[in-house]
T-cell receptor, first 113, second 117 residues
């Protein structure tokens, strides 16, 4: 009964490269959330997805960031042309329904050189 | 918009003693949930305890209990008989139970708890 899985756990990119972060929700969960934790800060909501749909992306920067949750496979958070300010821990959570408890993955720590 | 404030960036406690972490929040809603999450050095977010705003009784989970003061919008966490494994960053979080954003967690900035042997 695996929990939420995220990979990679650590990702290093140079400025201008692309970062792809993956999240596999808990078995049976079809609701996925992405949060970002900047240094010395709490987690901040980025986006909420159901299978094949983006429900709320109000917390996501308008440029360079995108997210998807396809019918098959993990949810992907994609950051194009990364900058140093994108360095952070990115957490994925999943739930059975949108109002249920969210279970968090271990996070991906992105470092931009 | 809801905000969550944790006014103690750092706290320390002696092993086996009791410590209380503070949290206040601001909301105009009446139906919501409050949470305390623990984030150890591994960075995994672990749910410690939750409190539904409509419940008058304070939640308790073993050595962890809360003091929920709805009128004062205060939600403190008490850890009794502190153990070395309690050392972590603790985050207070809010989630609405009504309206269109009843899935979004709003976190405070955290309190780093050190447990001294």
């Amino acid at each position: 009964n695996a929990g939420v899985m995220q990979n990679p756990r650590h990702l290093v990119r140079r400025r201008g490269q692309e970062a792809r972060l993956r999240c596999s929700p808990m078995k049976g969960h079809s609701h996925v959330y992405w949060y970002r934790q900047l240094p010395e800060e709490g987690l901040k909501f980025m986006v909420y997805l159901q299978k094949e749909n983006i429900i709320d992306e109000s917390g996501m920067p308008k440029e360079r960031f995108s997210a998807e949750f396809p019918k098959e496979g993990p949810s992907i958070l994609r950051i194009q042309q990364v900058v140093r300010g994108d360095s952070a821990a990115y957490f994925c959570a999943s739930s059975l329904q949108g109002y249920n408890e969210q279970f968090f993955g271990p996070g991906t720590r992105l470092t931009v050189l | 918009a809801q905000t969550v404030t944790q006014s103690q960036p750092e706290m320390s406690v002696q092993e086996a003693e009791t410590v209380t972490l503070s949290c206040t929040y601001d909301t105009s809603e009446s139906d919501y949930c409050l949470f305390w999450y623990k984030q150890p050095p591994s960075r995994q977010m672990i749910l410690v305890i939750r409190q539904e705003a409509y419940k008058q009784q304070n939640a308790t989970e073993n050595r962890f209990s809360v003091n929920f003061q709805k009128a004062a919008k205060s939600f403190s966490l008490k850890i009794s008989d502190s153990q070395l494994g309690d050392a972590a960053m603790y985050f207070c979080a809010y989630r609405s139970r009504s309206g269109g954003s009843n899935y979004k967690l709003t976190f405070g900035k955290g309190t780093l708890l050190t447990v001294n042997p």
